[in-house]
């Protein structure tokens, strides 16, 4: 069974969220607008991506992707920048490996962050913020789009 690997990007702030709504994004390690979490699609995944699908927009990600976000948006503990030294005496390899790891795992190794911080996209939205995809706005399941919108927020 071929799993696959999500990036979960969170658009919307915290106003107006209910309790239940901030511990879902709390537990996809998503505490601000504008971060960004890798996540396998296990059904409990899932279910808690449809639960805050009115805040956040999902997709498979590819290994590019995920190594220009290693590279650009990587963090370890401390806030220091993850560079090819750093994974060298982590023992993770080069950056084309752990993102290969990560997406066969569907987590990230112990030493990183599980968040990544992003900046709002470059050239803003096209869509509204409030409307899901399927009726022309930016939340919810977008599928390999998703690539394209990480390109616009690194």
Known sequence: MATSTYLVIRIRGRMG?????????????????HSSSVVSDTPSNLGMLNKVADYVTW???????????????????????LTEEALKTSKLGSFEELAARILETGTIPPPLKKTFRLTPPSGGYKGGITRHVKS???????????????????
Do not use: C
């Open 59 to 81: 997709g498979e990600v590819t290994k590019e992707s995920l190594v220009a976000l290693l590279e650009k948006r990587g963090r370890l503990p401390g806030e220091r920048r």
């Open 17 to 33: 969220n209910s309790p239940e709504v901030e511990d879902t994004l709390r537990r996809l390690n998503m505490p601000l607008k």
């Open 136 to 154: 022309g706005g930016e939340l919810g399941y977008r599928g390999s789009a998703i690539n394209d919108l990480l390109q616009k927020m690194l």
